[in-house]
């Protein structure tokens, strides 16, 4: 463990550090602030850096998980996992041994359990630091990026995903997301937000970027990237641009492999670099680097996390930014490949990064930094820009003046009527109609009253209640139908789908959740069985819109983008014909028999 007791500074009290610091929110904040006053801010936070010791400054720089609902008290299965992993029993452990400048929350970490649980860990989190020696604030962050990745779940707001939202096209509903779901994450105790997501998809086989990208043109992408980062950081959330230098195309996850981007360096220029320049020009608060191989821009065979002409001669150079660059997961596999866990902190640093997040093992990490400031590959001097960085991002959320959420007020921001009514007209304006032979759409309750409602139930993605048949079911028999839900899974055997042939001679109309078809699927076999018994057949394409492709025989075809409940209702009532179909697909969607040729263009969606 390393030992923070020793150093050669004084030690001045917690009021001490937060009187020396005042004014220096005021001095950074963003917007018209004069040049004497940013510098009198960088002054103070200068000033706080002389007196940390190494051992502090090293946890400065990282972001780190922990298990547990409380800082100081968390269940015991928690605590084993935690001495298990890092070595201390809670949150408040960590923050003493280490020093850390950051706290990442995760569902499955138990850290998100309701609103006001989050507010108190946040405020413990705050506490256990700013109580320390020369204590600072916490920047506590999580991936909320609404679609199919989210850490906090219901009651808080839920919106649709990137994709949708590119489907909707709207940079007013984008803003909206950012201010409604900052505002919420903010009375939680959560002042960094990964997202969002600023790669360009134009691979449909993507399978870590997909839907959580805005699309497939990166104007469009830049313009709801500015938009919601507005939104985000108006809200007093940083906001994070991921992930740099660009993650659209590539048929590797990198948290399993290490992706190599093929891309010529005008490619890169004119496809991948957009809606990153207009997070910056936004004033994006920190941008998170990718995991990949980018040979165009590095031939070093590095990942761009580890890539100096990466991130310091483009990001830093070329863009201009000057913010905080966090890694994405140093757990993840693409980061690993090439180096072992003690190179791979020290080589980020000596990148351009400044925030290490989320590393397998944060001794190891941690003293591969330490003992690389004091064998010489590292200077303390390097140390302390990206802890100015960090210092200054922390000022700018206010935290030197409010590190504290209100347990007792969270209830009033989180999850609001309001912000609930927001998000579904939001996702009313997303949902895409492909197909509608016959204008089988809307069904008419008269002559389709009985519906039977089956197809995919992947786990739900982000809090919500699911599963998505279920979803669908309740929704439709809300809207007056007699819906009957009958889950078959992304890879239904013969019996069930058998099954589900049987259930469908008693029903007046068939929906069907696709998830991922494949050519030869189980899912397409379901499908045309389905349309084997006469009966129409509605299919939703309840992840990515390529499914269409897959079903040509389909009469009606809906694409919502993610299976949150928040989409599907929109679905729904677009079924029901309560509201007509808005979206636009925002990728093109290529024949499965032909993928050279578009069946259905960037912009095409049909409405009733």
Known sequence: MPDTSTGNTAQPARRTVLAATAGITAALAVGGTAHADAARGDKRLRALISRMTLEEKVGQLFVMRVYGHSATAPDQGDIDANLSEIGVRTAAELIAEYRVGGI????????????????????????????????????????????????????????????????????????????????????????????????????????????RSFGADPDAVAALVAAEVTGYQSAGVAATAKHFPGHGDTAVDSHYGFPVITHSR???????????????????????????????????????????????GILRGELGYDGVVVTDSLGMEGVRTKYGDDRVPVLALKAGVDQLLNPPKLDVAWNAVLEAVRGGELTEARLDESILRILRLKARLGLFDHPYADPDRVGRTVGTPAHLAAADRIAERTTTLLVNEGGILPLSRRTHRRLLVVGADPASPSGTTGPPTGVLA??????????????????????????????????????????????????????????????????????????????????????????????????????????????????????ADDPGRVLFPIGYGLSF
């Open 266 to 312: 005008d490619q890169w220029e004119s496809l991948d670099a957009a809606p990153f320049r207009a997070a910056i020009r936004a004033g994006i608060d920190s941008v998170m680097t990718a995991h990949i191989q980018f040979p165009a821009l590095d031939d070093s065979g590095d990942p761009a996390t580890l890539s100096r002409p990466i991130l310091t």
């Open 104 to 211: 990442i929350y995760f569902t499955w970490a138990h850290n998100t359990k309701d609103p006001r649980q989050i507010a108190e860990l946040s405020n413990g989190i705050q506490r256990a630091s700013l109580d320390r020696p020369r204590g600072l604030p916490v920047l506590i962050a999580t991936d909320q990026e609404h679609g199919i990745v989210c850490r906090v779940g219901r009651p808080a707001t839920l919106f649709p995903g990137a994709m949708a939202l590119g489907a909707g096209g709207s940079r007013a509903d984008a803003r909206a997301l950012g201010r409604i779901s900052g505002a919420e994450l903010r009375a939680m105790g959560i002042n960094q937000d990964y997202s969002p997501d600023a790669d360009v998809n134009v691979n449909p086989a993507n399978p870590v970027i997909g839907v």
């Open 474 to 591: 309740a929704a439709l028999t809300e809207l007056g139908f007699t819906a009957t839900a009958l889950s078959t899974g992304t890879a239904p055997a013969a019996a069930t789908i058998a099954k589900a042939v049987t259930a469908a001679r008693d029903a007046d109309a068939v929906i069907v959740a696709t998830y991922n078809v494949s050519a030869g699927g189980a899912q397409k076999s379901l499908v045309e069985q389905l349309l084997a018994t006469g009966k129409p057949v509605v299919a939703v394409a309840a992840r990515n819109p390529y499914d269409v492709a897959h079903l040509p025989s389909v009469a009606g075809y809906l694409a919502t983008y993610s299976w949150t409940d928040v989409e599907l209702r929109a679905a729904a009532r677009v079924i029901a014909g309560r509201v007509a179909p808005r979206g636009r697909l925002p990728v093109p969607v290529q024949r």
